[in-house]
C-alpha cells in the first residue's frame, strides 16, 4: 500500500532555531500533500495545502511567513517553522494522496507518522 | 462544509464486534464519507471510505444509509490492538483541493 514516511520522528530545539521537516511519499507521486497541527487531547487542524511546482494554500489563521511549505517535486514536502518559540509546540503530520482522479475525492490520503515538536 | 456529529466515547467488548455511528445530515452528493483511526502518538490510519453503496475490506465494514445522512463503521472482531480513536470525516471539493476536515471522532476502548 501507498507508503507516506516523515522526518524527524521527534525535534528538540531551543526557541529562536528553525526547523524542517520533510514528508516523502515512497512508493507514489503525490501532486498534494497535506500538512496538520495537532495539540495534545485534540483532533487534527489542517494547516495548508502543498502543490508540487507551486504555492501552498493556508488555512485561515496559519502564517505562512512562519510556516514555510515548499513542494519542490512530486515525491517531497518540506515544512519549515520559522523562528520557532515554545507556542510553536505541537505534532505535525502530513499526508498525501495519489492522484488518480480528476476530483481526487475517491483517493485515500495516507498519513505519515508525525513530527513531535518541543521548543524549549 | 458537511460536517460529522459522532459519540465521543465507547466501548467494546473482545472479540465482539464493535459498531461506531456518525451522522452526516448536510451531505452533498459527490462528497465521500471516510474513516481514519489514530492511534496514540501515531499519524492517522486510512480504514474504509464510501459514497454510497455498503463497502468492506479486510479491516471493517462501512454501512451507509440510504439517504447518506449516516454511516456506520462495522470492525467484525474489535480486539486490544483496535483501541483508537475513530474519525467519521465528509471528504469535500474545496478551492482546487480535495481536504480532509477532522472532527473530534470517537474514543474507542477495547475492553479484555
Known amino acids: 500500500g501507498a507508503v507516506v514516511s516523515q522526518h524527524p520522528s521527534r525535534v528538540i530545539c531551543k526557541s529562536g532555531t528553525s526547523v524542517k521537516i520533510e514528508c516523502r511519499s515512497l512508493?507514489?507521486?503525490?501532486?498534494?500533500m497535506f500538512w496538520y497541527r495537532q495539540f495534545p487531547k485534540k483532533s487534527l487542524m489542517l494547516m495548508a495545502t502543498s502543490n508540487e511546482g507551486s504555492k501552498a494554500t493556508y488555512e485561515q489563521g496559519v502564517e505562512k511567513d512562519k510556516f514555510l511549505i515548499n513542494h519542490a517535486s512530486l515525491t517531497l514536502s518540506t515544512l519549515t517553522v520559522t523562528s520557532a518559540h515554545p507556542e510553536d509546540s505541537s505534532f505535525y503530520i502530513c499526508?498525501?494522496?495519489?492522484?488518480?482522479?480528476?476530483?481526487?475525492?475517491?483517493?485515500?490520503?495516507?498519513f505519515g507518522d508525525g513530527t513531535r515538536l518541543s521548543i524549549l | 462544509d458537511a460536517k460529522t456529529t459522532q459519540p465521543p466515547s465507547m466501548d467494546c467488548a473482545e472479540g465482539r464486534a464493535a459498531n461506531l455511528p456518525c451522522n452526516h445530515s448536510?451531505?452533498?452528493?459527490?462528497?465521500?464519507v471516510y474513516w481514519y483511526r489514530q492511534i496514540h502518538s501515531q499519524g492517522p490510519q486510512y480504514i474504509i471510505h464510501g459514497l454510497k453503496n455498503n463497502e468492506t475490506n479486510e479491516m471493517a465494514s462501512l454501512i451507509i444509509t440510504e439517504d447518506r445522512k449516516s454511516s456506520t463503521l462495522i470492525l467484525p472482531h474489535a480486539t486490544l490492538r483496535d483501541t483508537a480513536v475513530y474519525y467519521c470525516i465528509v471528504r469535500v471539493w474545496r478551492t482546487g483541493a480535495n481536504n480532509l476536515f477532522f472532527g473530534t471522532g470517537t474514543r474507542l476502548t477495547v475492553i479484555p
Open positions: 448536510t451531505i452533498s452528493g459527490n462528497e465521500y
Open positions: 499526508s498525501a494522496s495519489e492522484g488518480t482522479d480528476v476530483w481526487g475525492l475517491n483517493q485515500p490520503q495516507h
Open positions: 512508493d507514489f507521486q503525490a501532486t498534494t
